[in-house]
């Protein structure tokens, strides 16, 4: 059965991309609004009522709106805005840490942000197994290409005068993704999140400092690696990197995959480590993502499509 698809937002960054992704594969048919029509409210319900399955890569406002416009009870929505992530009847899209099923059951799923994919990802594992307490002050730095700002920002960064090299931001404390990072790994406290953006276009490195010799049971090295390893066995998209002889990781080396791979460094006796998750903000981050949640509703192959 071909699952009819709409992306609204489709000449988007993410949109495109979602796009490319789909290109060529016959389980789904993309339902196409023309330049005239894309923003056009009538038009778009239309649209989104007619199809199974909508990826929303627009605003938080606009998704809001086209969800509104949605009258059908049919109509599955994957939802890569910030509007609905800690939304009440939402689903987070994030397979590998909520359950495939969970995914597969819902109507409404919330694609994770970008940053909040590599936080997520190395810490509600070990919250969950206990190695990390729900109430520790955790803190993250993190660097994106400058994709991750849309067009504006890629406009910025390639036709603007003189762009930065590298500036960091949310400097208020508030980015838009501590609150499903703190959700969703179950913290008592919103962590510090330190982002940054580089002239580079694609690619996404979070890091999060640990102190382990003060950590309240002082888990090792090993153990934070074996229980993320644990929590990712046999998945072919997150990918716990054994523990080797990297000096440097670098953010190319994954910037144009769906993959995220996820690395623990840590000081030889033991006592501090990094952990380190390195992913496309476009891949993983965002329309990789979007399309291994529309796969799941589909009931296919979650990696289908995806460049691991
Ligand atoms: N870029 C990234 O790495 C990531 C982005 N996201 C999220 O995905 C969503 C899309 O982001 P991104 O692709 O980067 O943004 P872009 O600005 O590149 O694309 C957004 C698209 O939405 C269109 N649009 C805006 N308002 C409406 C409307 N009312 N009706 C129909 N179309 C509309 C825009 O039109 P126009 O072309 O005319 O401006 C544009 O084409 C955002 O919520 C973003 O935060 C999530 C994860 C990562
Ligand atoms: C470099 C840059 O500006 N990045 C964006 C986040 C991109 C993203 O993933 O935003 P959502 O998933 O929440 O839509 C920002 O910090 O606002």
Redesign the pocket.
């Known amino acids: 059965m071909t699952t009819q698809v709409f992306i ?8 495109l991309e979602i796009r490319d992704r789909l290109d060529g594969r016959s389980e789904f048919a993309l339902i196409t609004l023309d330049e005239a029509h ?2 056009d409210p009538s038009a ?1 319900r239309d649209a989104l009522n007619a199809a199974d399955v909508v990826i ?5 406002d ?2 809001r ?2 969800v509104a416009l949605i009258d059908n009870d049919r109509t599955k929505v994957i939802d ?4 609905h992530r800690t939304a009440p009847g939402w689903t987070y899209g994030f397979p590998e840490v909520v359950g495939r099923d969970a995914v597969a059951a819902s109507s409404r799923v919330s ?1 994770p ?2 940053y909040s994919t590599g936080f997520i990802a190395l810490v509600a594992p070990l919250v969950r197994a206990g190695l990390i307490p729900a109430d520790w002050p955790l803190s993250a730095n993190a660097v ?1 290409g400058y ?6 920002m ?1 406009a910025e960064f390639e036709d603007g005068p003189a762009p930065t090299a590298w500036r960091t931001y949310a400097l208020t404390l508030a980015h838009k993704h501590v609150p499903e990072m703190q959700v969703h790994c179950g913290l008592v406290h919103a962590p510090i999140f330190a982002p940054s953006v580089a002239n580079l276009n694609r690619g996404m490195i979070v890091d999060v400092p640990l102190p382990l010799a003060v950590i309240p049971g002082k888990p090792s090295p090993q153990a934070i690696h074996d229980a993320l390893a644990q929590a990712y066995a046999g998945s072919r998209i997150v990918k716990v990197i054994p523990n080797g002889d990297e000096t440097l990781l670098t953010i190319e080396q994954v910037s144009g995959t769906d993959r995220i791979e996820l690395y623990v460094f840590a000081r030889s006796d033991g006592s501090q480590a990094r952990l380190v998750a390195a992913f496309d ?2 891949g993983k ?2 329309s990789g993502a979007a399309v291994q949640n529309l796969n799941i509703l589909a009931g296919l192959d979650e990696a289908a499509g995806l460049n691991l």
């Open positions: 609204d937002g489709a000449v988007g960054t993410t949109g894309r923003k778009r929303l890569c627009l605003p938080d606009a998704a709106e086209a890569a805005s910030t509007a694609n942000g970008c994106s994709s991750g700002g849309g067009k504006a890629i903000n476009l981050g965002a």
